[in-house]
């Protein structure tokens, strides 16, 4: 056991509690830094089987660890950094010194930095696709503001993501109902007799 390794699970257990830096502008709910991750992780997954990337175990720890020097500098909005400059790098650093996880900041959080390898662009497509689907279920919910994003989400799709296949989510993800996957598949469609 290295001496911090409980220190930096409960560390990152406060990614809970921490509000994404956008919730200042969507005046929202919205998902919190560990929940981001999480389907982060999913999505890198399926996007690693759409693009034909093989080692999908390095993409999943990849997107486990994207985020996490967030527990020491918070998420900040596309507005705020404009003005602050969050020193990750050193945050990650001290985060993970002196837990048996230190390789993954040394090696894997480097690599996702440097976006050099396809695993690295998947993962930070799924990183910025993450937000196209929270921006869906925020126009469900009636925000408005998803609208006045458009544009800019579309250039993020035209300049930002780095695979065909992040590409074409994008797409499906526009055209997508946020509420499909339980309408049709509630007790009246699923059960026959329900209701009698």
């Not at 509000?19 to 389907?39: I, P, T, V, Y």
Request: some cysteine; hydrophobic content about 40%.
């Amino acid at each position: 056991m290295h001496d911090r390794d409980i220190e930096f699970l409960f560390e990152i257990g406060t990614l809970r509690n921490m509000d994404r830096g956008w919730k200042q502008h969507l005046a929202m709910n919205c998902a919190s830094d560990l929940e981001h991750s999480f389907r982060v992780a999913l999505l890198a997954l399926m996007l690693a089987r759409r693009e034909g990337a093989k080692d999908e175990e390095k993409i999943l720890k990849m997107a486990l660890v994207h985020d996490l020097a967030e527990a020491r500098v918070s998420d900040h909005s596309y507005m705020q950094k404009v003005y602050v400059q969050a020193d990750e790098a050193r945050a990650a650093e001290d985060l993970f010194r002196g837990t048996m996880l230190d390789d993954l900041r040394s090696k894997i959080l480097h690599e996702f930095e440097e976006r050099q390898t396809i695993e690295a662009k998947i993962v930070k497509d799924a990183d910025n696709l993450d937000i196209d689907l929270e921006l869906k279920e925020l126009e469900e919910a009636g925000s408005k503001l998803p609208a006045k994003w458009a544009e800019t989400r579309r250039k993020v799709r035209e300049e930002k993501l780095y695979t065909a296949s992040a590409k074409a989510f994008w797409d499906e993800i526009q055209g997508a109902d946020p509420a499909a996957w339980h309408l049709f598949s509630n007790k009246w469609y699923k059960v026959p007799h329900a209701g009698k």
